[in-house]
C-alpha cells in the first residue's frame, strides 16, 4: 500500500502549523498578544517576570514616556513617573567577561535601579531598591529576560554617582 499521497498533506499543514507558530498570533488573524507590562504600542527596554510572578518593566510609548513598571497586568504596583518628568539615569562598565548595565531613578526615599549584569555566563537581572533606612531589597527575574537596556545609553543622562560609572561620565552625558 502506498501511504506517500496521504503523507504529503499531513506534511503541508504541519509545515503551516509550524509557520504561525514562528509568526506569532498577528499572523494566525489575531491581535499581537501583550506579554509583561508593556502594551504593544509600546517599546519595551527590559521585561521579565520575578520569582513571585510580578513582572518588572520599562516601557515607552507616546502617552507615558519611558516609564519603570512593577506588578501585575492589570494590576500594576508602582509606575514611575506617575505623572510629570521622570529622571532616569544610565550606567555601564564593561571588562572582558563582565558585562553591567543599570538604569536608575529616585522615587519618594527609595532608589531603584534596574539591572541586568553577565558575568562569564551567568546572567542576572531585575530591579535593586534601596530605602532611605539602607535596607535592600532585590527583585530578580526567573526566565526569560527581554533587556535592550544598553540602547538607552545614547538618551538617557549618565549616572556619576553609579560606580559602574567609575566615578565619572563622558562630556556631554
Known amino acids: 500500500m502506498n501511504r ?15 509557520g504561525l507558530a514562528l509568526a ?9 498578544r501583550q506579554e509583561g507590562l508593556c502594551t504593544t504600542a509600546e517599546t519595551a527596554w527590559f521585561s ?11 516601557c515607552e510609548g507616546a502617552e507615558h514616556g519611558l516609564q519603570y513598571r ?4 492589570g494590576q500594576i504596583a ?7 518628568r521622570p529622571d532616569f539615569r544610565y550606567a555601564h562598565y564593561f571588562r572582558a567577561g563582565v558585562d553591567r548595565t ?12 534596574v539591572f541586568d549584569y553577565t ?23 526567573r526566565g526569560p529576560v527581554h533587556s535592550r537596556l544598553g540602547a538607552l545609553e545614547a538618551v538617557l ?11 565619572s561620565c563622558p562630556a556631554g552625558r
Do not use: H
Open 4 to 18: 506517500l499521497p496521504q503523507a504529503a498533506p499531513r506534511c503541508a499543514l504541519l509545515a503551516a502549523l509550524i
Open 78 to 84: 508602582l509606575a514611575y513617573p506617575a505623572a510629570g
Open 102 to 113: 543599570e538604569v536608575s531613578f529616585r522615587n519618594d526615599d527609595a532608589d531603584y535601579a
Open 24 to 32: 506569532g498570533p498577528a499572523a494566525a488573524g489575531g491581535a499581537s
Open 119 to 141: 558575568e562569564g555566563r551567568q546572567r542576572s537581572a531585575g530591579v535593586r531598591v534601596l530605602t532611605a533606612s539602607g535596607q535592600e531589597k532585590t527583585f530578580a527575574c
Open 70 to 73: 512593577f506588578g501585575r497586568p
Open 157 to 167: 543622562p549618565c549616572d556619576p554617582d553609579s560606580a559602574l560609572n567609575l566615578g
Open 48 to 58: 521579565c517576570r520575578s520569582a513571585s510572578g510580578a513582572w518588572i518593566a520599562l
